[in-house]
């Protein structure tokens, strides 16, 4: 509770009423800590004279930074928590904070406009407002949890966190997924290992002096890739001081991801030698070589007639082909690839700042594409080429579950495509790995591995 010069609104409120209406001197604060405190419902404490306050002119509301600190000012709190059922509210419900609810649907508006909402999406967001605040007294915070309750209701949650994003009177309380994640799928860990384990995820997840906090996505895989070797040892070990190097040596030697394994085990053991819970790091020195590289290869005539097939059948997917198939482009790139890096006019493409020339093929999916989305989401202001129903109002790029779903009626991945383009360049221009590196934003290895591919085709051939 809010205190003014070291005194908190209830303790006045006590001195008050023991001074009694008729006293005209200075009320002694000191009167409430001396004969106790009476509570208060909320609302139910008024003024003995006068009338009662007028609501206020719509005219005279405060705009959202001034409703923002009348709102921090002092929150009433609640004796206890009790769940909130919207289900069955209506928004035609009387408003128990008008106030706040003419602010969120002003906001509504605004991001409605810069996020290209359509009319049907608006009309659900400000419906779900005046819900929320037809069950939220004036001061009373808005739970997260409660917000996500409104798709019973028919109405976007998502949308309405956004409104609400950034406001003093939001409470976040979801989840936390990668705690839940570590609940479900490192429950069999000892106690000992599992504090071990949560301090490297602690590390991970904020950071330290010397570490910068990581992505969701990358916890995860990490978590992912220890998961196996935490599995077969918990049932020997106590603590992860016991490993030892010949330990992690002999359990790396068969895995067929061993590279990425083991650079997720040298993260896990440095963060605890680093934080003192372990004696020694079992993982200084220890070199593994490259996993088993496979043999890129060409596609067939079959495939290449049946990929063009499919690919006439969706204007999205045809885009994804000629990206993948054409320019090379991996899937992290096409998902991320966005309108102001495709010039159509002077026929080039620039993703991720490698400025290549843009062929007829890919410049007219590109355009037939850009005509569908106009037709779909007419409104949208998403920044990104590719667009789904989930993303069109936000500004977001679609997500990895999309683009495998979109791609699944392909004969083949996309890897393959773009493994034959790299094929396709690579006998064309002798096999030069310089070149490939340059067009392709290749690595070395990965460069020798396509011009390998090629010289050994060759040999057989000759």
Known sequence: MAAQDGVCRLCRRQATLIAGPDNKTRVDLTAAARTGHQLFIVGTLRPRGGPRPRPEHPADRPPDHLLHSARSRWRQLPLFEMARDLRG????????????????????????????????????????????????????????????????????????????????VLLDDRP??????????????????????????????????????RARSTVITQLRLVQPFLRERTAAYTTLRQVTRDDITSWLSDRPNRVHEASALRSLFGVLKKERLVFANPMRGVRISGNQVSVPVQLTGLE???????????????????????????????????????????HRLDPAGSNRPLDDYTAEAITDYLAHRRRRWPNSTNPHLLVSRNTATTTTAVGTFWLDRLVNRLPVSLDRLRQDRILEEAAATGADPLHLAHVFALSAKASLRYTTAVAESVAEQT
Do not use: Y
């Not at 799928?185 to 991970?204: K, M, P, S, T, Y």
């Open 304 to 346: 290449v007639d049946a990929v063009a097939t499919a690919a006439e059948q969706d204007p999205a997917l045809r885009v994804v082909v000629a990206l993948a198939g054409i320019h090379a482009l991996p899937a992290r790139r096409i998902r991320a690839l966005q309108l102001d890096q495709v010039d159509l006019p002077g």
């Open 89 to 168: 509210v209506s928004s035609m419900a009387p408003l128990l904070d008008p106030e706040l609810a003419a602010v969120l649907e002003a906001r509504a508006g605004r991001i409605a406009e810069l996020r290209g909402w359509p009319p049907r999406t608006l009309g659900s967001v400000r419906r779900g407002i005046r819900i929320l605040c037809s069950v939220h007294a004036v001061g009373e915070p808005i739970r997260a949890s409660t917000i996500a309750q409104l798709t019973h209701n028919a109405v976007p949650s998502n949308h309405v966190l956004e409104v609400f994003e950034d406001l003093d």
């Open 176 to 213: 936390d997924t990668v705690q839940a994640w570590c609940d479900t799928r490192l429950e069999f860990l000892a106690a000992g290992i599992r504090a071990e384990v949560d301090a490297w995820i602690a590390i991970l997840r904020n950071g330290s002096r010397r570490r910068r906090p």
